[in-house]
């Protein structure tokens, strides 16, 4: 989980607002399980110090068959298959597809 979470922590660390915006909008991780999941975090309008995150992206890793799945949130908050590629080998490959957003499924 270590190395898991080194890869992680390098692509938060990319895709990071500029430090003078981070108290309005970040980006922030958690392993639970064998799950990743990336999340936004943002200040509420009505009151600026109380935060919220917003999912971004899910990975579980399925030992049985040495992959993992990757998941988006839909509108109707449900952790959603990511088509066309929802099983990849390595991490590096979900936080690729993350970054990229061809469909614009993860940062709209």
């Given at each position: ?76 908050l449900k952790w959603h298959k990511y088509e066309p590629e929802f099983e990849v080998s390595e991490l590096l490959e979900f936080v690729t597809i993350v970054d990229n957003d061809q469909y614009g499924?993860?940062?709209?």
């Amino acid at each position: 989980m270590k190395r898991y979470e080194k890869v992680i922590q390098g692509f938060v660390t990319k895709r990071r607002p500029p430090a003078h915006l981070r108290n309005e909008v970040d980006l922030g991780f958690r392993l639970t399980g064998q799950s990743i999941e990336i999340f936004e975090i943002r200040s509420a309008w009505e009151d600026p110090k109380e935060k919220f995150e917003q999912p971004v992206a899910k990975a579980t890793y399925i030992k049985r068959q040495n992959l993992w799945k990757i998941y988006w949130m839909k509108s109707d908050l449900k952790w959603h298959k990511y088509e066309p590629e929802f099983e990849v080998s390595e991490l590096l490959e979900f936080v690729t597809i993350v970054d990229n957003d061809q469909y614009g499924c993860f940062w709209g």
